[in-house]
């Protein structure tokens, strides 16, 4: 019985203070549910978690292969945000983004620190995102990302690529890698219509 309490101490499923009975922790794990428009950074805090951000790179720059994802001229310009997404001060994401720096100009000034980089594109450039689609799939994380994510070996990881848009306007190209232990996606069905896996996207 000791030593049940134990592992369920140590991954945070029960907590207990001294002279305290054990209780129920907090649920670390962010769901997310696939056909709406949703927020990363809001999905966390309303799992009672702080949502933050470690910028890494926030500059412009030219990739020739995302431009034409974008449906834009290889040298056209970039805006490219890189991040380390936390959730209640541990990593959850590490996330990469790109944006026509025509458009995006303006975010240079932001500190994505403590907001979304969706309030900012509204907020600084007057433009929503209205749909989109996105790829999950199962990956195993490089050293490097297993390092951002501060996750142990052997934990999988979920790769997320999306391109986000305007009304019919591509607007981002994003590539996200989560950690697979912190992060889970449901959808929902129905006998009529199946699987809802057409998806309008928000992070």
Same mark, same amino acid.
């Given at each position: ?11 945070? /499923? ?6 305290q ?10 769901t997310q ?18 949502a933050?951000s470690?910028?890494r790179v ?17 040298? /056209?310009p970039?805006?490219?945000l890189?991040? %380390?997404?936390l ?5 959850l994401? %590490? ?6 720096l025509a458009l ?10 403590? /907001?979304?980089l969706?309030?900012?594109?509204d907020?600084?450039?007057?433009i ?13 994380? /490089? ?21 986000g ?38 992070a």
């Amino acid at each position: 019985m000791r030593e049940a309490l134990r592992r369920l101490r140590a991954d945070g /499923t029960v907590v207990a203070g001294r002279g305290q009975p054990p209780r129920l922790g907090r649920a670390t794990e962010i769901t997310q549910p696939l056909g709406a428009l949703y927020s990363l950074f809001a999905s966390v805090r309303e799992s009672g978690q702080q949502a933050r951000s470690l910028v890494r790179v926030l500059d412009a720059r030219a990739d020739g292969v995302v431009a034409v994802r974008l449906g834009l001229e290889e040298s /056209t310009p970039l805006l490219y945000l890189e991040r %380390v997404r936390l959730a209640g001060g541990a990593p959850l994401a %590490v996330d990469r983004v790109w944006l026509p720096l025509a458009l995006a100009e303006p975010l240079r000034g932001a500190d994505f620190s403590e /907001t979304s980089l969706y309030a900012e594109l509204d907020a600084r450039c007057g433009i929503r995102l209205t749909g989109g689609h996105e790829r999950i799939r199962a990956v195993v994380p /490089t050293i490097g990302e297993r390092r951002l994510l501060a996750s142990p070996e052997g934990v999988a990881a979920l790769s997320i690529d999306r391109l986000g848009m305007a009304e019919r306007t591509p607007v981002e190209w994003r590539q996200t890698v989560v950690r697979g232990d912190r992060f889970s996606v449901v959808a929902g069905f129905s006998a009529r219509a199946g699987y809802q896996l057409d998806v309008d996207l928000r992070a």
